[in-house]
């Protein structure tokens, strides 16, 4: 009787430890992804920089391009994240 509670005892904390675990994973996804919606990582200053480290000589045009580009990648993510929560 007392080794069928200590298997249920081991179960009941292996499960637990499992869902923990998964939790964790998801809220700390979920938390990284607004943090980098909301503070993205690149801004004009970066990416001047880093086009005169690939030798390329960064016009304003260029850099504004490049710029949008990213920002439409990001809003299009917002747009299908936003379509995606309308479905539920």
């Known amino acids: 009787m007392s080794s069928l509670a200590t298997w249920i005892w081991i179960i009941i904390v292996t499960v637990a430890l499992i869902g923990g675990v998964a939790l964790g994973f998801f809220l700390a996804r979920k938390?990284?992804?607004d943090y980098l919606e909301k503070n993205p990582p690149i801004n004009e200053d970066m990416l001047r920089m880093m086009?005169?480290?690939m030798g390329q000589k960064?016009?304003?045009k260029k850099i504004n391009q490049m710029m949008t580009m990213m920002n439409k990648q990001t809003d299009s993510k917002e747009a299908k994240k936003r379509v995606k929560d309308a479905k539920k």
């Open 31 to 33: 938390y990284m992804m």
């Open 51 to 53: 086009m005169m480290q």
């Open 58 to 60: 960064p016009s304003q």
